[in-house]
Structures are given as structure tokens and as C-alpha cells.
């Protein structure tokens, strides 16, 4: 078994990882610095990864190909909400076009360019589970409260990657399949500065938002392949 997971330095990507490295699999895992990472296992490889660099994209079709032949999983995990100066803009006069570029490198065109370098190693005959983690807000008809404009617009975008994708590979990997899912609250850093106020109840740890995403995603068949899907396993309106 070989798994990639994008961001797998931290949150949901290092409990990906982890469980998947306890069930004797390989795994190929992606960070902006892997020198910074404190946690090891021999089946593991850091690689360096920068979404806002498309350099750094393009050489993991290279990299990957240097450690394994196939893959079986792939989990396109990280995300950009807030970093610094960037914030989620709720009202038109907070949008600035420097966040909404980088809110689109990292939350959409990124992913999209991991399948794109990964392409090599999804074989035409051998099942293989491609899931980008998305999110609600991503969802055009489930909008109700508006904002976030940023944030929104780059998650829809992905979602349509994603579809388009799904669509693509149903010929040249039958086998395949390719979902957008959304993982609920999740107590990670991205989530932390918006979680005062949560409904009790909202808000999942990373140990019970991995067991949500595998139990998801795990039974999916290729008839599956193109959905946008809740962690309880719901359809979400696209």
C-alpha cells in the first residue's frame, strides 16, 4: 500500500499519515519544511512542498518517482483560510488582491497541480482513492450566510477541479476515485481563531475527524468517483 498525503505535517494530514504508517503502509508525505518535523517512522518520506511555488509542484512527479511505482491513497490536505495579515474578508471592502491569489494558489489550483504531478502513479487497472479535503463553504447552494469570500470562492474552485477530474480519469483510470469531502470543524490551527461560539458538539478532534474521513471514504467504488461528501457521509449540494 502507498499513500501520499499533501500536508501531512500536522492536523488531519499527520493523523492520515500516522494511521496509515501503523497499518504497514508507505507513505510519501508533503510540508513546507520538513527539517522542522519532529516526528518520524521508517516507512515514512518528508518531502518539501510549497502550494504557492508551482517549482515546487512540478518536482514531486521526480521525487515520488525515486520512492514508489503506484499509489493506492492520495489526500490533498492542507488549506489556507488565515496566516498572518490574511484574513477570511466578510464584507466587499476587505478583499484585496493579493490574499485572493494566494487563498487560489494554495486551496485550488494547488491540488489540482498535485494530481496533475501525481498523474504517473494513479495506474489505469489498480484502484486508487483521491480525496481533497474540502469544505461546506465551498458549496454555491448551501450558501446562506454569504462571506468569507475568499475562502469560498477558492473551495468552489476546487470542488470543480475535483468534478472535472473525476470526469477525466473515469477514462484513463476506471478504477479510480476522486471525491471532494468536507471534515467537519476540526480542531486544528486553521479553525482556532473562529471556534469561540461553536454549537457544543461542532467542534471534532483530529483523532475522530481521521476516523470520520476513513470510514467515509474508505468503502467508496469507483461509482462513487465525482461526489462531494460530508463526514457522515452525506451527499453535499455542489
Known amino acids: 500500500m502507498n499513500v501520499f498525503v499533501q500536508g501531512a505535517s500536522r492536523g488531519v494530514g499527520k493523523g492520515l499519515a500516522q494511521h496509515w504508517l501503523g497499518a504497514g503502509a508507505s507513505v510519501v508525505g508533503t510540508c513546507r519544511d520538513p527539517g522542522a518535523v519532529t516526528w518520524d517512522h521508517p516507512a515514512l518520506t518528508l518531502l518539501p512542498l510549497d502550494l504557492e511555488q508551482p517549482a515546487s509542484i512540478d518536482a514531486l512527479t521526480a521525487a515520488v518517482g525515486k520512492r514508489i511505482d503506484s499509489l493506492d491513497r492520495v489526500y490533498n490536505v492542507a488549506g489556507l483560510l488565515h496566516d498572518g495579515p490574511l484574513r477570511p474578508a466578510r464584507r466587499l471592502e476587505e478583499l484585496d488582491a493579493a490574499g485572493l491569489q494566494r487563498l487560489f494558489a494554495v486551496n485550488a489550483a494547488g491540488p489540482i497541480l498535485v494530481l496533475k504531478a501525481l498523474l504517473p502513479f494513479v495506474r489505469h487497472q489498480r484502484r486508487c482513492l ?21 475562502y469560498r470562492a477558492t473551495k468552489s474552485a476546487q470542488n470543480m477541479f475535483t468534478k472535472t477530474a473525476a470526469i477525466e480519469l473515469k477514462r484513463r483510470a476506471p478504477n479510480a476515485v476522486v471525491v471532494a469531502y468536507h471534515p467537519g470543524t476540526v480542531d486544528t490551527e486553521l479553525s482556532q481563531p473562529f471556534q469561540r461560539g461553536l454549537p457544543a458538539g461542532q467542534l471534532t478532534t483530529v483523532d475522530a475527524a481521521v476516523e470520520h474521513l476513513l470510514r467515509v471514504t474508505e ?20
Not at 219 to 238: H, K, M, N, Y
Request: aromatic share 12%; hydrophobic share 40%.
Open 130 to 150: 483521491i480525496v481533497n479535503v474540502s469544505a461546506r463553504v465551498g458549496s454555491i447552494g448551501d450558501n446562506r450566510l454569504g462571506g468569507w469570500y475568499g
Open 219 to 238: 468503502p467508496l467504488e469507483p461509482t462513487s468517483s465525482g461526489s462531494f461528501l460530508d463526514w457522515r457521509g452525506q451527499a453535499i449540494v455542489w
